[in-house]
C-alpha cells in the first residue's frame, strides 16, 4: 500500500523557518517526480514546488527564494525547507508523487497520483 507521511509542520513567527518531511513507502520513488502543495482556509488547494528525478526543480513564484525542495532517494523521503515564513504561508502542505517512471516535475495537481494527509502550518503575525 502507498502511503506518503508529512511531518514537520506547526506554529512558527512571522521570519522563522519549518522543515517539511514526506516520508513515503510502499514502492520505490526514485523514478518519478513528486511535489508539495497546500490549501490555505476558505481556498483551493495551490501548487508549492516540485522536483523531477534529477533534483531538478520548480517554484510557485510567491516561494521562490525563500523555500528548497529536496530529496533523499535513498530513503524515500522529500523535504521542503521553509524560511523567512509568512502569515499568508499559513496552510496545510501536502505532499505528492506522481506515477512511477513520471519523471518530470509539473505544477498540476492533476499530475499526481499519491498524495498525503497533509500538515498544518501557521504562522503567526
Known amino acids: 500500500q502507498v502511503q506518503l507521511v508529512e511531518s514537520g509542520g506547526g506554529l512558527v513567527q512571522t521570519g522563522g523557518s519549518l522543515r517539511l518531511t514526506c516520508a513515503a513507502s510502499g514502492r520505490t520513488f526514485s523514478n518519478n517526480a513528486m511535489a508539495w502543495f497546500r490549501q490555505a482556509p476558505g481556498k483551493e488547494r495551490e501548487f508549492v514546488a516540485s522536483?523531477?528525478?534529477?533534483?531538478?526543480?520548480t517554484y510557485a513564484s510567491s516561494v521562490k527564494g525563500r523555500f528548497t525542495i529536496s530529496r533523499d532517494k535513498a530513503k524515500n523521503t522529500l523535504y521542503l525547507q521553509m524560511n523567512s515564513l509568512k502569515p499568508e504561508d499559513t496552510a496545510v502542505y501536502y505532499c505528492?508523487?506522481?506515477?512511477?517512471?513520471?519523471?518530470?516535475?509539473?505544477?498540476?495537481?492533476?499530475?499526481?497520483?499519491?498524495w498525503g494527509q497533509g500538515t498544518q502550518v501557521t504562522v503567526s503575525s
Open positions: 505528492a508523487a506522481r506515477a512511477e517512471g513520471i519523471v518530470y516535475y509539473s505544477d498540476s495537481q492533476v499530475g499526481y497520483r499519491d
Open positions: 522536483i523531477s528525478w534529477s533534483g531538478g526543480s
